[in-house]
């Protein structure tokens, strides 16, 4: 069954401005990651945080977890066009690859 | 990078026939392949846990009779639809273990879009 919740459902931003996407689940994880979708097409991983890690960056990409609460954030910085995507949180209980996804973000970025 | 494969694209069929969608890694090998379902704007749910030499796993829910898993080798999985009706139209996906950071990512194939008229 689905756990994962997002929210919001759909953001649009200007180009340059920051956008930030939360991800809530149910259950304990072994590590929670994102994923990025473009229209009709397969998903490219972008950020992997372990269950023990409570902040990770990687460009202008900084994820945030919280297991306390069972939240994560994402956050891209400085947005671009090219960013207009949908993002997916994932959560992986114990097995490797079995991942529950998030319903989703709906990420637009105009020019 | 590692990049994993889906064939067809995109399928149009009628009513009651069978659907074989091919999942390959094409410079790495995978033992294990995961087969996803996405209906229109919404997540994936994961279907079916393909395993080389052995039986598939199946989510709850998912009839196996009706979506066929097989892992013929190394670099290929094979879902095959079996007379397929228009609630099974969706947008199938299949991944495979990325090998980096212990297995706990994933390469996503492009997907396939199902259409049964």
């Known amino acids: 069954s689905q756990q994962g919740e997002e929210d919001p459902q759909a953001l649009s931003i200007q180009e340059g401005e920051n956008a930030t996407m939360n991800c809530s689940y149910k259950?304990?994880?072994?590590?929670l990651q994102w994923y990025r979708q473009n229209s009709g097409r397969g998903l490219v991983h972008l950020i992997l945080?372990?269950?023990?890690?409570r902040e990770k960056h990687s460009g202008r990409l900084r994820v945030t977890l919280d297991t306390s609460k069972k939240s994560s954030s994402l956050l891209i910085t400085a947005s671009r066009a090219a960013d207009t995507a949908s993002y997916f949180c994932?959560?992986?209980?114990?097995?490797?690859?079995?991942?529950?996804f998030g319903q989703g973000t709906i990420l637009t970025v105009h020019p | 990078g590692a990049v994993v494969s889906q064939h067809p694209s995109r399928v149009i069929c009628k009513s009651g026939t069978s659907v074989k969608i091919e999942c390959r890694s094409l410079?790495?090998?995978?033992?294990?392949m995961f087969w996803y379902r996405q209906f229109p704007k919404q997540s994936l749910m994961l279907m079916a846990t393909?395993?080389?030499?052995?039986?598939?796993?199946?989510e709850q829910g998912v009839e196996k009779d009706k979506f066929l898993i097989n892992h013929a080798s190394l670099t290929l999985s094979t879902l095959t639809v079996t007379s397929a009706h228009p609630e099974d139209s969706s947008f199938y996906i299949c991944?495979?273990?990325?090998?980096?950071?212990?297995?706990?990512?994933?390469?996503f194939g492009p997907g396939t879009r199902l259409l049964v008229l």
């Open positions: 259950t304990s994880i072994n590590n």
């Open positions: 945080i372990r269950s023990n890690e």
């Open positions: 393909s395993n080389e030499g052995s039986k598939a796993t199946y």
């Open positions: 994932a959560t992986d209980r114990a097995s490797y690859g079995k991942l529950t």
């Open positions: 410079d790495f090998q995978a033992t294990t």
């Open positions: 991944s495979a273990p990325s090998g980096e950071l212990g297995g706990e990512t994933q390469y």
